[in-house]
């Protein structure tokens, strides 16, 4: 869109200076997160507002290129095609896709509920170009852009859930251990916490692996009806992963619980006994 108003935007700028300043600012916030080595896509959000404001007196009293229409129904119409091959390709389990899933659930039917969710919001974008098909371009694609965020932040959302958290993981947790247990966790991540209905203990955001293993292991020694949830991937001096519990997939790693038969005879003492309980913090899932 900068692009199809360019030669308005230099004329606007002449007469209203303000233009300009949003601009910049639009710049800056690009210019500053592409130099930061964090990068997420949100990082973008305040350029937007004044990138919005920056064309809006432009496209009120200028008409884009003649080139603009075109292109965007173009871009329009293979976005349609595109979601709607990728929700078909979901429905018939194509291997890329498959594997690709296998980071969030191992099963299937979330890759299908996923698939469907594509598929429609791709008949949307085709659906609107066909209908709407005399309509200005831009209004055109705004309105499909529209009804889209409004499936992905509703039906979206309610898909994506058992697979962004670990809810589903503190689930089976909670139904392999009696019901006044205790949970513990090394290498803690703060979002299990939010999910946990028992009990939850860490062993210090800031202790290296091996302190947080040492501490886990008297934890553990010491409290009645305690388990331990670990990275399936992680090999332990204190502990055996062979008999734990698989837990299930969250945010790209497999997860497993331990209990007191996964202990070894003895571990090292700690530097320092840190350990750190929040009591029953997912109770607000039965509100």
Request: net charge neutral; aromatic share 14%.
């Amino acid at each position: 869109m900068l692009l199809a108003l360019f030669r308005p935007v230099k004329e606007v700028i002449r007469h209203r200076p303000v233009v300009l300043v949003l601009l910049v600012w639009v710049a800056l916030v690009v210019i500053f997160f592409s130099i930061s080595p964090g990068k997420r896509g949100v990082y973008l959000l305040p350029a937007l507002p004044m990138f919005a404001l920056s064309l809006a007196p432009v496209l009120s009293s200028h008409p884009p290129a003649r080139w603009f229409p075109l292109v965007l129904t173009v871009i329009h119409f293979l976005l349609a095609i595109v979601l709607i091959t990728i929700g078909v390709m979901a429905w018939s389990d194509h291997p890329g896709l498959v594997e690709n899933m296998s980071n969030y659930s191992q099963n299937p039917a979330n890759l299908h509920k996923a698939g469907t969710l594509v598929f429609t919001i791709g008949l949307v974008w085709l659906l609107g170009l066909g209908i709407f098909w005399r309509a200005d371009a831009l209004v055109r694609f705004f309105l499909a852009l529209m009804i889209s965020w409004l499936l992905y932040t509703t039906w979206g959302y309610y898909i994506l859930e058992p697979l962004r958290t670990p809810r589903n993981v503190l689930a089976t947790a909670e139904q392999s251990v009696p019901p006044h247990a205790q949970l513990g966790m090394i290498d803690f991540k703060e979002q299990f916490i939010l999910f946990s209905r028992l009990d939850f203990t860490h062993f210090s955001y800031f202790s290296n692996r091996q302190q947080e293993e040492r501490n886990a292991w008297l934890w553990m020694s010491q409290t009645p009806d305690s388990y331990l949830i670990v990275e399936d991937l992680h090999d332990f001096q204190c502990f055996t992963r062979n008999g734990g519990t698989f837990l299930g997939t969250a945010h790209r790693k497999g997860y497993r619980l331990l209990s007191d038969e996964q202990l070894m005879v003895s571990c090292e003492p700690p530097d320092q006994v840190k350990w750190y309980t929040t009591p029953t913090p997912g109770m607000w899932q039965d509100d």
